[in-house]
């Protein structure tokens, strides 16, 4: 059975950073693109970065370009985002997902910004 | 505003059937594949369909996906109370060289 556990969210200042991680079992983690999604609250679904099967190809919504490093370690099955410089409308639920055809998603972890 | 077209809502009656549409682009749902998830309240998105008309394994047979062009559709037929959720489209977009999704449609059922 595919899991996706994330953590790392929290309240942060705005200006702040914070990492999330991303555990992945249930699969071969390094077969699969690996993505990050968004949800504001009250709000719709918002891709936010993705990360190819090896790690040698990322992209990025324009929203968190250059403030946002998407990365993984198949080693240790897990994805990564680094948040650099965030901002109040970067609050919302970040949910881990799995790429391919059948796409799998984790239960979310909410990231608040705020002072 | 979403690459992806929905309507924000629709709504039926127990056992009617009802069908939320889903607009792109040709670099989107016209090259690529199309899924749909459904979202209820609290929860994280349920994969509905997948390959445009492909369901997962344990989603009934009342949920059916279609695709044309650059547009899709999802249709639930005999609807019941428990679908009352909030439906979303996704898609790879070549040019993001992510995923796209439509606004979300939250249905009522009356």
């Known amino acids: 059975e595919v899991q996706l556990v994330e953590s790392g969210g929290g309240l942060v200042q705005p200006g702040g950073s914070l990492r999330l991680s991303c555990a992945a079992s249930?699969?071969?983690?390094?077969?699969?693109?690996m993505h990050w999604v968004r949800q504001a609250p009250g709000k719709g679904l918002v891709w936010v970065s993705g990360?190819?099967?090896?790690?040698?190809?990322?992209s990025y919504a324009d929203s968190v370009k250059g403030r946002f490093t998407i990365s993984r370690d198949n080693a240790k099955n897990t994805l990564y985002l680094q948040m650099n410089s965030l901002r109040a409308d970067d609050t919302a639920v970040y949910y881990c997902a799995k790429g391919g055809i059948q796409p799998n998603w984790g239960q979310g972890t909410l990231v608040t910004v705020s002072s | 505003q979403s690459v992806l077209t929905q309507p924000p809502s629709a709504s039926g009656t127990p056992g009617q059937r009802v069908t939320i549409s889903c607009s792109g682009s040709s670099s989107n749902i016209g090259s690529n594949t199309v899924n749909w998830y459904q979202q209820l309240p609290g929860t994280a998105p349920n994969l509905l369909i997948y390959s445009a008309d492909q369901r997962p394994s344990g989603v009934p047979d009342r949920f059916s996906g279609s695709k044309s062009g650059t547009s899709a559709s999802l249709a639930i037929s005999g609807l019941q109370s428990e679908d009352e959720a909030d439906y979303y489209c996704a898609a790879w977009d070549d040019s993001l060289n992510g995923w796209v999704f439509g606004g979300g449609t939250t249905l009522t059922v009356l």
């Open positions: 990360i190819k099967n090896g790690g040698s190809r990322t």
């Open positions: 249930g699969f071969t983690f390094s077969s699969y693109w």
